[in-house]
């Protein structure tokens, strides 16, 4: 439930009070066996041994030179290749320094690029050691013995602990970095055939034909370098800074789009909804579970199937929507299988409105509890018995009841034409500044999930349907709830209580015995004496940003219905930082695509 904009009336209800919840896509997977920490000690001993090697490697080189090696001079080897070999020495340092940094977040195609490159550089420190050895070399002879004990040390611990790094990146990613990268390359190398064919012979004292053009921006790129061109002008020298700043883009580009996270693609598969319907019919424990069902998150589950964890994705985070759901002695192995997929995908988890059930359980997975708000649950055998006569709602509803207001009950399905007259209301209660659609944990108006579901509406002595309320389903035995709450901008003062004393009675008829009338978001944070800094942060907000949401003015009007009251927490990783991530991506994922 979001705040309201402004502090209500005594007899309003604030503009937040809107029901409804959105949900769900599906990926099937199988429950996990309990990860090791991401950054634990071998991690880190890998990225700093990665580290340190690609600094040898770039460095290396610069305490060679080819003229101390005069024995170089008598072997066959041209001093393209020998200087060619220096360069992927470099480059292959370079990138095990931003490899390094990918493999620190235990990405498995950094691995596997390591183990690749670190290959082909024990190969060429090999050669060129030898290459050094019968070259008369001293110092530099231990220096290329070092590098290659320092690459064989690096893939041994990159194999012996590959088991570690099993973080994945997006393929449709690494797909589109190969992609850029050739048509980056092919740009790059067309600049460079232009820009040789164009330069007049001043420039360098050659004229180039488009063979030679082509030859010389290819060694470029492949690292051997064309070291009898002398630059004679100045536009000469900065056309080869140019080039070499065109491949370096280009490689750069591809580079980062290897290691991207996976990113979270909606996809919708009507078999795995139906599965989640089925797990949640025999584990599900409240409210919050009926959205779960909608179309804007994503599923895994254990390979049993009954257990369920319903997501999405946004900002490298995977937000779940209260707790996750299955037999409670199977839910600390499935959580932990839940949080080791996540982690391999890239992504933090966050768990926003759980309940107090599970609270030892996410501190178990090291996770982080914050206390966000107060679910208002209300009894409706007191309600209907102690709580309707009191005069908040008495007086309100006799005089009401006497000018021919009442309530309606519609069973569905129901027809367009009253669909139409329910989206009228929707739209212009939606016309109203800071009043807009959410998404995930809130409702928005869907024409075809509101032709299955029962309506209550507000009507006007004429018959003019003033408001509305949709009934759904709580999966905590004898509860009910509403998705959406829309009224018309124009309504008699106290309609709404009266709608609400209304509906209550009439589900209290039905046979319902509890009533849940959502999250009053900060309600009751940071009040106790243990309370933690971020809760007590949040208690501030409450007190002092009120003016602006209006945070107590919801309370009051729930408190108007004599509820108990139910902490809601949100659970998260990583500390301060990954509570402020998880908060922009809950905003992020709130907001409808």
Not at 324 to 332: C, F, K, M, R, Y
Request: hydrophobic share 45%.
């Amino acid at each position: 439930m979001e705040p309201a904009a402004n502090e209500p009336a005594e007899d309003e209800i604030p503009e937040g009070f809107d029901y409804a919840p959105a949900a769900a896509v599906t990926t099937v997977a199988s429950d996990e066996a309990h990860e090791s920490k991401p950054h634990e000690g071998v991690v880190l001993l890998v990225v700093l041994t990665t580290f340190l090697n690609g600094l040898v490697l770039s460095f290396q080189p610069l305490f060679q030179r080819f003229e101390q090696h005069q024995r170089l001079f008598d072997m066959a080897v041209p001093f393209g290749i020998y200087h060619w070999s220096r360069s992927v020495s470099v480059a292959f340092g370079v990138a095990l320094v931003c490899l390094a940094f990918n493999l620190f977040n235990r990405k498995k195609a950094s691995w596997y690029i390591a183990v690749v490159g670190l290959t082909l550089s024990l190969v060429i420190h090999v050669l060129r050691a030898l290459m050094e050895l019968h070259g008369g070399g001293d110092s530099q002879d231990a220096l290329a013995g070092f590098s290659v004990f320092t690459c064989v040390l690096n893939l041994a611990l990159l194999l012996i602990y590959r088991t570690r790094f099993n973080v994945k990146s997006d393929p449709r990613n690494i797909k589109q970095g190969v992609i850029i990268l050739a048509l980056t390359l092919l740009v790059a190398i067309a600049y460079g055939v232009i820009g040789f064919s164009i330069l007049a012979r001043r420039d360098f004292g050659i004229e180039f034909q488009i063979q030679d053009a082509f030859m010389r921006t290819l060694r470029l790129f492949l690292l051997i370098g064309n070291d009898d061109l002398t630059p004679h002008t100045r536009f000469a020298q900065w056309f080869l800074e140019s080039l070499n700043l065109a491949g370096g883009i280009s490689g750069a580009i591809a580079f980062f789009s290897l290691f991207r996270p996976i990113e979270y693609k909606l996809r919708t598969v009507p078999a795995e909804r139906a599965l989640m319907r089925k797990v949640l019919d025999e584990s599900g424990k409240d409210a919050l579970d009926n959205y779960k069902l909608l179309p804007d998150k994503s599923y895994i589950f254990s390979d049993n199937k009954q257990c369920a964890a319903a997501y999405r994705a946004a900002l490298d985070v995977a937000i779940h929507l209260g707790d996750p759901v299955g037999p409670t002695d199977q839910l600390p192995s499935f959580l932990r299988g839940f949080v080791s997929m996540c982690h391999r995908n890239g992504w933090k988890v966050a768990f926003m409105q759980v309940t107090d059930r599970n609270l030892q359980m996410y501190r178990d997975c090291g996770l982080s509890v914050l206390k966000i708000g107060e679910d208002a649950i209300v009894d409706l055998d007191k309600f209907a018995k102690e709580t309707k006569d009191k005069k908040d709602f008495r007086s309100r509803n006799k005089k009401l009841e006497k000018e021919g207001y009442k309530l309606q009950k519609l069973s569905p399905p129901h027809s367009d034409a009253l669909i139409a007259e329910l989206k009228a209301i929707s739209d212009e209660w939606l016309s109203l500044p800071g009043r807009r659609e959410r998404t995930f944990s809130l409702g928005y108006f869907d024409k075809e999930q509101l032709k299955s579901d029962t309506v209550f509406v507000l009507l006007a002595p004429d018959g003019t349907k003033l408001a509305f309320v949709n009934q759904v389903k709580s999966y905590a035995p004898g509860e009910v709830s509403i998705d959406m709450m829309r009224h018309k901008n124009e309504v008699p003062n106290g309609s709404m209580d009266y709608l609400f004393c209304k509906l209550l009675v009439a589900l209290h008829d039905e046979g319902f015995k509890r009533f849940s009338l959502g999250l009053a978001a900060m309600s009751g944070v940071g009040e106790t004496t243990d309370a933690s800094l971020e809760e007590k942060a949040v208690h501030q907000i409450y007190e002092h940003m009120n003016r602006f949401f209006s945070y107590k003015g919801l309370r009051r009007y729930k408190s108007k219905f004599d509820p108990t009251w139910e902490g809601r927490y949100l659970v998260y990783e990583s500390g301060t930082p990954g509570l402020l991530r998880t908060t922009l991506a809950i905003l992020r994922v709130a907001e409808p695509d």
